[in-house]
């Protein structure tokens, strides 16, 4: 089963910003609307932003205003803009469908955001 690849995370002071990509198999990603999440250390995961197959976004109330969803169709591929980075976003992020498929989970990155 091919799943999704993130990449993109890193350690960053708070108030920084990261950009995070995910490229996924291409047999349905253009049509299918997609999903950034994120578990953070011993808490479940929850999702952070969504974006519509025509580009319509969602995002969570905890990063209203931080983060920005986008999708490079042509590329198979779904960014993360985090921006005024806090303590509290630490945690590992993943993309999937939107809803998700158990199936696709993929390593995900590693988003760390201390002084």
């Known amino acids: 089963q091919v799943q999704f690849v993130e990449s993109g995370g890193g350690l960053v002071s708070p108030g920084g910003s990261l950009r995070l990509s995910c490229t996924g198999p291409g047999s349905r990603f253009s049509s299918k609307a997609m999903g950034w999440y994120r578990q953070p250390p011993g808490k479940q995961r929850e999702l952070v932003a969504s974006i519509t197959s025509r580009g319509y976004t969602n995002s969570a109330n905890s990063v209203k205003g931080r983060f920005t969803i986008s999708r490079d169709n042509t590329k198979n591929t779904v960014y993360l803009q985090m921006n005024s980075l806090k303590p509290e976003d630490t945690a590992v992020y993943f993309c999937?469908?939107?809803?998700?498929?158990?199936?696709?989970w993929g390593q995900g990155t590693q988003v760390t955001v201390s002084s």
């Open positions: 999937n469908y939107s809803p998700y498929l158990d199936s696709y």
